[in-house]
Nanobody
Framework: QLQLVQSGGGLVQPGGSLRLSCAAS????????IGWFRQAPGKERAGVSC????????NYADSVKGRFTISRDNAKNTVYLQMNSLKPEDTAVYYC????????????????????WGQGAQVTVSS
């Protein structure tokens, strides 16, 4: 079964950190661009970050620049999103997605082209 399996997430206080993981099952991520998206209640799904298949190109939403870091370990077939200095407005369900015909420079508008999606992980930032 080809799928992305997410782990991480949870409840954290403002200023805290969390790491999300996105592992591929049944296929390898080597040729895939990976995007992270989030969706807060009552809002549309929004782009958070993206990393190219080689890892040489990354992209971040302005709201998370300097706080979030995307990385990948192709040997482990896993992509990570390290989230530091979390704020209440970061509260959302976070999704990872893998696409072969997606470029990081346009990963948000190319959202329909992602081939696989993770199951989502709830991140709640609250005191």
């Amino acid at each position: 079964q080809l799928q992305l399996v997410q782990s991480g997430g949870g409840l954290v206080q403002p200023g805290g950190s969390l790491r999300l993981s996105c592992a591929a099952s049944g296929f390898t991520l080597d040729d895939y661009t990976i995007g992270w998206f989030r969706q807060a209640p009552g809002k549309e799904r929004a782009g958070v970050s993206c990393i190219s298949s080689s890892g040489g190109d990354t992209n971040y939403a302005d709201s998370v620049k300097g706080r979030f870091t995307i990385s990948r370990d192709n040997a482990k077939n896993t992509v990570y999103l390290q989230m530091n200095s979390l704020k209440p407005e970061d509260t959302a369900v976070y999704y990872c997605a893998a696409g072969r015909s997606v470029y990081c420079s346009g990963y948000v508008v190319l959202m329909p082209r992602f081939d696989f999606w993770g199951q989502g992980a709830q991140v709640t930032v609250s005191s």
